[in-house]
């Protein structure tokens, strides 16, 4: 009991010297910080004022039109026919003179996308993709359009 008592005095008296080799302030020496690194100059630097530059241009470039067997009635069509084949788009994307039109089944997914031929020309569906709505997959595009046909 009495070597208890010893061994909690001596705890006891430990905790006042430990408390006085710490150091109340963060920081390290004078002027630096608790890893003894000086603080960074914080003084404002003035930043010349620049104007924005548009992007280049190259001028137009045609597309080049996908020429897949089966796919002949939609390649070629613009906006208005695609609606007409398909019925109204689930997705309409524009960007510039670029559209998606995106068309969906249970079947699969059907992605047109429509560029004009010519400067200035009306876009029209130049390039189609195709995937299951399950998971994603790649399907058979002439046969994802033909099952999206409205009857």
Request: aromatic share 4%.
């Amino acid at each position: 009991m009495i070597i208890i008592q010893v061994k909690r005095g001596i705890a006891l008296c430990a905790i006042p010297l430990l408390a006085a080799c710490a150091s109340t302030s963060p920081a390290g020496p004078r002027g630096t910080d608790a890893a003894g690194i000086p603080p960074v100059n914080q003084r404002a630097v003035a930043v010349p004022r620049t104007q924005p530059v548009a992007p280049p241009t190259f001028g137009f470039r045609a597309p080049k039109v996908m020429n897949v067997p089966g796919l002949e009635g939609v390649i070629g069509q613009t906006a208005i026919g695609l609606v007409g084949l398909f019925g109204p788009a689930r997705l309409d994307v524009r960007e510039g003179d670029v559209r998606k039109l995106q068309f969906a089944g249970q079947a699969c997914v059907l992605d047109i996308y429509l560029y004009p031929v010519t400067s200035g020309a009306t876009p029209t569906a130049t390039f189609v993709d195709a995937r299951r709505s399950s998971d994603g997959l790649d399907v058979d595009r002439t046969s994802c359009a033909e099952a999206l046909k409205r009857r």
